[in-house]
C-alpha cells in the first residue's frame, strides 16, 4: 500500500509553495517543491516521479523538514567541515624539524618514512599516501637527479651544455 509521509505543521501550505516559487537556490528549490507536494497528499511515488528523487531521498527530506523545518532544507554540504587533520599544529612543528635530518638509514626522507615516523607518533597505523602528503604539504619534493643519455658520449655533451640555446 502507498505510503503517506506525515509532516509537521512548520509552515502552512501557501508559504511553502511561496518559499518553492521564489527560490532561485537550485537544491533548496527542489527541497521545498518535495514538502510542498507532500504536505499537499501526494504519495513518494508521486513526488518522485515529479521531482526526480528516489524514494528514500524523499524520506530523508521530509525527516530533516520534521526535525528542522526550514533551516533543515537545502544543501547541507556546506556544513561539513571535513575530518580534523591527523597532526594538530605542534606535531607538524616538530615534523617539519624532523624531516630537516637525514632519515634512519640515510638518504632521502619518503612517503613510506614519514607515515612511520606518523605512526609512532599517532600510536596509530598511517597509510604511505599520508606519509607523502604531509611530506609535501611541508615543502619536501621528490628529489631524483635529472636521467642523462645512456648512448650520449661526454665529449659531444660537452660541446652542447646545459642552457645551451636558450638565449
Do not use: C
Not at 86 to 101: D, F, I, N, S, Y
Not at 116 to 138: C, F, N, T
Request: proline fraction near 8%; avoid cysteine.
Amino acid at each position: 500500500m502507498p505510503k503517506h509521509i506525515d509532516l509537521k505543521p512548520h509552515l502552512e501550505l501557501a508559504e511553502l509553495e511561496r518559499r518553492y516559487r521564489r527560490t532561485r537556490e537550485g537544491v533548496l528549490r527542489t527541497h521545498y517543491q518535495i514538502i510542498w507536494l507532500l504536505a499537499q497528499g501526494q504519495l513518494t511515488r508521486e513526488v518522485a516521479a515529479a521531482t526526480g528523487y528516489s524514494r528514500t531521498w524523499i524520506q530523508e527530506i521530509a525527516r530533516r523538514y520534521n526535525a528542522r523545518g526550514g533551516a533543515g532544507l537545502g544543501d547541507q554540504r556546506r556544513r561539513n567541515a571535513g575530518a580534523a587533520p591527523l597532526l594538530h599544529p605542534g606535531a607538524l612543528g616538530m615534523l617539519r624539524v624532523v624531516l630537516q635530518k637525514p632519515p634512519p638509514g640515510g638518504g632521502l626522507w619518503t612517503g613510506r618514512q614519514v607515515a612511520a615516523w606518523m605512526s609512532d607518533w599517532l600510536e596509530r597505523p598511517v597509510s604511505r599516501q599520508r606519509g607523502w602528503e604531509y611530506r609535501r604539504r611541508l615543502g619536501y619534493t621528490p628529489q631524483v637527479p635529472r636521467p642523462t643519455h645512456a648512448g650520449g658520449e661526454p665529449a659531444a655533451r660537452e660541446q652542447f651544455p646545459k642552457g645551451w640555446g636558450s638565449e
